[in-house]
């Protein structure tokens, strides 16, 4: 399989090189040349595998560069960290089915991709004796999941920014725990974008981009998108068993697209999904996008939904890409469009194929808190408010032809404030947070400025 840039400068790319590349040289995102598709037969058999076979034998339509063995063992290796013996269990409640992705190391569902890509990078490392820096900003849960996929690695240093005394308690606390030599937390004197201008500074500067051998972890690494496709195909496996329905809705809560384009890849690979729903909190570019044909950037809001407060959404680029009908030179133009005007628009035929794919809706705080505490009077589970998003957007739109499972992004726990608001009480903390208070911490505060960042990576660089 080969893996060709959206925009269509960069070409002909094995998967391990694609890997390595992350964002595009053209500044466009990774795709395969074709996406294999399935039969009915095959997704049915399929949906009788454990989870780590299921991820090889989806993996392994995607990566023909890795002996089979070897890929094996490290999607092995990235599952044994979760708590729950199946992985992504799904759990009937109240009408819909959860799909609980959150109980690996850092409790949200970044760790699904990012255990994966820890092990991959180590490995490709390896082969290749090379090594790497990888430096990023977080708001919160992109952070900790990265730093939990490479903690202890060799061949890796990882250096998070994060603005200091600006992230919720846990999340600071996931970050700065972890106290293997090759972690560096940065906690920045000043905001989430300072930090994130700060990185794209360090990797704007070539020189010094390629003198420190800098990765980037971010959701636009097409292993990401792979290793989320995964537990569609098992999600629909375990709900046909259970219901023998043929098609099935997914409610996915959205911000920067990458877990919902995760699954259109499904789709596209033969998974009976009659529509994915888009779920958004009030940052919805995108639910305005599927439903309005606007795509138009707004102000960013702060709401109870952290993770999904962007308003570009980075992974969109690869649904353009096939909206477009497969047209490199068309996806280019409308980013550049989209860089000056901060808008796109759309045919009627362009917008009438969306509406085949998703469905969306947009849900306020207030829907937010409200879905947490009836979903909890009626069944005694407790959301978390991204999966909330998504929950209220599924019993809004999915018809009852088919189930609906509803994506179950983070443990509540992440979210105590919000679980407080809707429930009157914190929800219940996993075993990882027990103590997380009491445990040696490793962090520096730094000033937010390009060279004291670059200055402290430089010290501190493999
Ligand atoms: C990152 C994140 C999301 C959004 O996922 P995207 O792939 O960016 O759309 C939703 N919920 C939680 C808890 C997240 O951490």
């Known amino acids: 399989m080969r893996y060709h840039s959206t925009r269509g400068k960069v070409r002909g790319l094995s998967f391990k090189d694609a890997v390595m590349m992350g964002l595009a040289d053209d ?19 399929l949906g009788q595998l454990a989870y780590p076979e299921l991820a090889f034998q989806v993996f392994s339509r995607f990566v023909d560069d890795i002996p ?22 799904v759990v009937h409640q109240d009408g819909v089915y959860i799909l609980e992705l959150f109980h690996g190391p850092t409790l949200a569902f970044k760790d699904v991709a990012l255990q994966f890509l820890g092990n991959l990078f180590e490995y490709l490392l390896k082969e290749r004796g090379e090594k790497m820096n990888i430096l990023g900003a977080t708001s919160g849960d992109t952070g900790s999941a990265a730093i939990y996929g490479v903690r202890g690695k060799q061949n890796i240093n990882i250096f998070i920014l994060h603005p200091h005394g600006r992230v919720s308690p846990i999340q600071e606390l996931q970050m700065t725990t972890v106290t293997d030599p090759n972690v560096f937390n940065l906690a920045v004197r000043g905001t989430f974008d300072d930090g994130q201008s700060i990185v794209k500074e360090a990797f704007g500067d070539l020189e010094f981009k390629s003198r420190y051998s800098l990765g980037a972890v971010n959701s636009i690494n097409w292993a990401r998108v792979l290793a ?44 009976p999904i009659r529509r994915l729903i888009l779920a958004t909190n009030e940052n919805n570019i995108l639910s305005r996008f599927v439903r309005d044909g606007d795509y138009s950037v707004g102000q960013v809001t702060e709401t109870l939904s952290p993770s999904m407060d962007i308003q570009v959404a980075s992974n969109f680029e ?3 890409f096939y909206l477009y009908q497969q047209n490199p030179d068309r996806v ?33 705080k207030t829907q937010t ?30 018809g009852g032809e088919a189930p609906v499972v509803c994506l179950a992004t983070a443990h509540p726990a992440k979210f105590a404030d919000a679980v407080r608001q809707a429930i009157g009480r914190e929800p219940q903390r996993p075993a990882s947070l027990e103590g997380i208070e009491d445990r040696p911490k490793r962090c520096e505060v730094i000033e937010a400025e390009t060279q004291a960042v670059k200055d402290y990576l430089a010290q501190n660089a493999l």
């Open 369 to 398: 808190v409200e879905t947490i505490r009836d979903f909890h009077a009626a069944t005694g589970y407790v959301l978390d408010p991204h999966t909330a998003v998504g929950v209220k957007a599924a019993k809004a739109l999915a």
């Open 27 to 45: 500044g466009g995102l990774l795709l395969p040349e074709s996406i294999p598709t399935l039969t009915p037969g095959d997704v049915e058999a």
């Open 68 to 89: 089979a063995a070897n890929l094996k063992n490290l999607i092995e290796r990235s599952y044994q960290s979760f708590t729950h013996p199946e992985v992504t269990p």
């Open 318 to 320: 690869r649904y353009l």
């Open 332 to 364: 280019a133009q409308a980013m550049e469009d989209f860089r000056k005007q901060g808008r796109l628009e759309f045919a009627d035929a362009e917008r009438a194929r969306v509406g085949e794919d998703f469905l969306a809706l947009t849900v306020n």
């Open 228 to 271: 989320q496709v995964v537990y569609y195909f098992y999600a629909y496996g375990r709900v046909r068993r259970e219901t023998g329905c043929r098609e099935i809705y997914f409610s996915v809560p959205t911000g920067n697209f990458g877990d919902i384009f995760a699954g259109y890849i499904a789709k596209r690979m033969g998974l």
